[in-house]
């Protein structure tokens, strides 16, 4: 019973875990490198975050907003223009 007990509160809480290992803080370096990248290219950058192993900036440019996936090799994979409505 008690080990029954124990596997039910393993179970319960490893999702919470894994939601909280799912977004981690970056480094400063990391975040200037994205910056440095986007701003190059004349985006705004608004928020910078790492998720599911990919680093996720926001940033706008000519009053539309994008959001940039990179990898870990800060090499864009992904961009899409985020609507108003999200």
């Known amino acids: 019973m008690r080990k029954s007990l124990k596997l039910i509160a393993l179970a319960l809480t490893l999702p919470a875990a894994a939601a909280l290992a799912s977004e981690t ?8 490198k994205i910056r ?5 290219q004349g985006y705004e ?6 998720e599911d192993s990919m680093f996720e900036a926001e940033a706008t440019k000519d009053g539309k907003a994008y959001e940039f996936y990179l990898n870990d090799q800060f090499e864009v994979v ?3 223009e985020d609507s108003e409505d999200d």
């Open 36 to 40: 440095d990248l986007l701003t190059g």
């Open 78 to 80: 992904k961009i899409e």
């Open 45 to 50: 950058v608004t928020e910078i975050e790492a």
């Open 25 to 32: 803080a970056i480094s400063a370096g990391a975040e200037t």
